[in-house]
């Protein structure tokens, strides 16, 4: 197949790379490998974990050495931008055609995807995908199955095969829809047989198939078929109509958007988790303004997603949200008398979509709640088990709103029918798939925000909450420290962890973090009051300022900071936890110590306070008590450690030894200590213990609380 020498494209990026590419020294499994993530790589070309992408190889059988043809693809839940090695499956080819002659028919195609394993060539291979098929059965040795926009909204069309047709003068073959399996393989390959000589198929309301002759001709004719469809949709945005019938209702300026969205995501965050505890991601991306604020959302919005890949991510429709851009969302009572009634609609719409639908043997109803929330003139909400997922939603229905733009453009939108949707969402298969899939995290589903968290006891407790599955809130008072401790949180990647400053004197900086907290995940569910510092004087040398610092950050700083936390974890009604990191000297009296001590005892004395308060709402309020915490500690740093050492008579450098020594265990207590502590009341065994006081001091008799 001739490849066009035209290598300049308007609407796909051209990434390959020769001389990276001839490196590769002609391993067409490494060059299959450098392809996908090339085509992953660009996001108006497939989406994140969709299509799949192959090449044929002769190989030796190891049973009998001679040459044999097989196919390596990308296998069951991998993702193109991301493959490696690991994510291929490898299969005989010629096994995999030997399948025919057992193939029972349509009603039976399911029972295929177990016979896969008997085609296998490699045996620490990938599971193979249920797309297997639509490869093995044409003969190309490198193919491409993509869902592009531009191709899907050509493909979703009403017109769509006539279109197809016009566009590609023929060049281009037509299946209709059927879902994913051994039976849409035969028909690619009967597509091929009819239509020999074509350089691709498209897939009605689903996605497109290229392919070539070598890695290269494959990865260009791909551009050049998305590129086609691309630039025919850009000619034609706004001539039959205005996009999406033009807008009915005017955006908010962004930063009202910003104040909109924080305040009502902790409201819909909590509807959203009646059945399982979700993450939100917040979006105001131009795309989806337009198509929020059009006239036709009304029309389309209902009408859910065409592509399965799709509405698998978003389910079957979104929620639009019945509010004016002029409500007011601070009058919590009031937006839930507004809301309740439209997410018990479209909770009664999910459940009567599947009791239309279901079959004998189809899996049991799933969370009913909306993933996709659209609020015109503010933005789109998705809410998901974890924050991935969440952005991921969010993604797809963006690819979703480009798919119906481009095909209101050319013709006219249609989805899948709600029986073929259905049929795709409860697949046997699909529930399988979710039933491999790891067991969260303890932590799954939480967002912490863990005050003074660059440093110290705060980063080991921030550390310990996203090893454990949760979302976290780093802050720090001090900028520099704040973004020097950014490499060590690198690992856990931007969907877990974002960073603000805070200082626990400043409401305003309070009242921004928990905005952050709202608009990045959704709300709150773990506030740890953390920040600290001590000063250490003889009652003689305590000046009014030290007294003032000292009651103004660890009391004042606590108390606002849990009632900023606690509004939030009120608007969204599923409960929380407020941990405070105080102090054995709380209850231990010692030397030099007046306001240090005192005030530690009053934020003990607070929590207290506020555990007996909150607890009608479910939010718990716990103490963690610790005592010489040297290692990566501010308050250890100047004139505190002389402080202490001076009070009792030995060296700064002897410290560590002398705290451990006086203890019951003799041991010297880490940060990590303090942390383990914290996830252990938060961790979902003491989701009935509030007022409680948990000592981590190496057993101090005279801090003993009972």
């Known amino acids: 197949m001739a490849v066009s020498a035209v290598l300049k494209f308007n609407h796909v990026s051209y990434l390959w790379d020769e001389k990276k590419a001839n490196d590769l020294?002609?391993?067409?499994?490494?060059?299959?490998?450098?392809?996908?993530?090339?085509?992953?790589?660009?996001?108006?070309?497939?989406?994140y974990g969709g299509g799949n992408t192959s090449c044929k190889v002769s190989a030796k059988d190891p049973l009998t050495g001679d040459l044999t043809n097989v196919m390596w693809i990308k296998g069951s839940g991998g993702d193109l931008g991301t493959l490696k090695r690991s994510g291929l499956a490898a299969l005989y080819v010629d096994r995999l055609h030997s399948l025919k002659k057992i193939y029972r028919g349509l009603a039976h195609e399911d029972e295929m995807v177990e016979l896969f394993n008997h085609c296998i060539y490699d045996l620490g291979s990938k599971a193979p995908s249920i797309d297997t098929p639509l490869h093995g059965f044409l003969p190309f040795k490198h193919i491409d199955h993509l869902h592009p926009d531009a191709a899907i909204a050509i493909a979703a069309a009403k017109d769509g095969k006539r279109i197809t047709e016009e566009l590609f003068s023929g060049t281009i073959g037509w299946v209709e829809w059927q879902r994913p399996g051994f039976d849409l393989g035969l028909k690619l390959q009967k597509c091929l047989e009819d239509n020999p000589g074509i350089r691709g198929i498209m897939l009605g309301s689903h996605g497109l198939f290229t392919w070539g002759d070598t890695a290269y001709e494959s990865y260009v004719n791909t551009l050049e078929v998305i590129e086609r469809c691309s630039e025919y949709l850009a000619s034609n945005?706004?001539?039959?109509?205005?996009?999406f019938g033009g807008n009915k209702i005017a955006a908010l300026p962004p930063d009202e958007r910003k104040k909109k969205a924080a305040a009502l995501a902790p409201v819909l965050r909590g509807f959203c988790s009646s059945h399982t505890r979700m993450v939100g991601h917040f979006t105001d991306d131009d795309r989806v303004m337009e198509f929020i604020d059009s006239k036709d959302l009304e029309k389309l919005g209902p009408m859910g997603t065409s592509c399965p890949d799709h509405f698998l991510r978003t389910k079957i429709s979104p929620m639009i949200l019945s509010l004016k851009p002029?409500?007011?969302?601070?009058?919590?009572?009031?937006?839930?008398?507004?809301?309740?009634?439209?997410?018990?609609?479209?909770?009664?719409?999910?459940?009567?979509?599947?009791?239309?639908?279901?079959?004998?043997?189809?899996?049991?109803?799933?969370?009913?709640?909306?993933?996709?929330?659209?609020?015109?003139?503010?933005?789109?909400?998705?809410?998901?088990?974890?924050?991935?997922?969440?952005?991921?939603?969010?993604?797809?229905?963006?690819?979703?709103?480009?798919?119906?733009?481009?095909?209101?453009?050319?013709?006219?939108?249609?989805s899948l029918p709600r029986q073929e949707a259905f049929n795709i969402e409860y697949w046997l298969l699909e529930e399988a798939k979710l039933q491999r899939m790891p067991k969260p995290k303890p932590l799954t589903g939480r967002i912490a925000l863990i005050t003074g968290s660059a440093g110290g006891i705060g980063k080991a407790i921030a550390k310990k909450f996203l090893d454990e599955g949760a979302c976290v809130i780093v802050n720090d008072n001090d900028a520099t420290r704040l973004e020097k401790s950014q490499e060590e949180f690198k690992k856990y990647g931007k969907d877990n962890v974002t960073s603000v400053v805070l200082d626990v004197l400043r409401s305003a900086d309070i009242q921004h973090a928990f905005e952050v907290a709202n608009l990045t995940f959704g709300g709150i569910d773990i506030v740890v009051n953390c920040a600290g510092l001590s000063i250490s004087k003889t009652l003689e040398e305590h000046t009014e300022k030290d007294w003032d610092i000292l009651y103004d950050v660890l009391v004042k700083g606590q108390f606002l900071v849990t009632q900023a936390g606690a509004n939030v974890m009120r608007k969204q009604a599923i409960g929380g936890d407020v941990l405070n990191i105080v102090s054995k000297n709380a209850l231990v009296s010692g030397p030099n110590n007046a306001a240090y001590g005192s005030a530690k005892a009053a934020q003990l004395h607070l929590s207290r306070l506020n555990a007996a308060e909150l607890g009608v709402h479910k939010i718990r309020v716990n103490v963690i008590n610790p005592d010489a915490v040297i290692a990566d500690s501010k308050i250890w740093e100047g004139t505190w450690a002389e402080g202490r050492a001076k009070a009792y008579g030995v060296s700064v450098s002897e410290l560590p030894a002398f705290y451990a020594k006086r203890t019951l265990l003799n041991e010297?207590?880490?940060?990590?200590?303090?942390?383990?502590?914290?996830?252990?009341?938060?961790?979902?065994?003491?989701?009935?213990?509030?007022?409680?006081?948990?000592?981590?001091?190496?057993?101090?008799?005279?801090a003993f609380v009972r």
Do not use: W
């Open 326 to 414: 002029s409500d007011d969302l601070d009058n919590v009572t009031a937006l839930k008398e507004i809301l309740s009634p439209q997410f018990d609609s479209y909770r009664k719409m999910y459940r009567e979509y599947y009791e239309a639908c279901k079959h004998a043997n189809s899996p049991a109803l799933r969370d009913p709640n909306p993933v996709v929330i659209l609020y015109p003139s503010v933005g789109m909400f998705t809410f998901a088990k974890d924050k991935q997922t969440a952005r991921v939603a969010a993604e797809f229905y963006v690819n979703a709103i480009n798919v119906m733009k481009g095909s209101e453009a050319i013709s006219e939108y249609t």
């Open 668 to 702: 010297i207590i880490l940060p990590e200590d303090i942390a383990n502590a914290c996830f252990a009341v938060v961790g979902g065994l003491l989701n009935k213990s509030t007022g409680n006081v948990v000592n981590v001091d190496g057993g101090v008799a005279a």
């Open 237 to 243: 945005f706004g001539k039959r109509k205005p996009v």
């Open 25 to 47: 020294n002609g391993d067409e499994v490494a060059l299959l490998i450098y392809r996908s993530n090339l085509l992953g790589a660009d996001l108006r070309l497939t989406n």
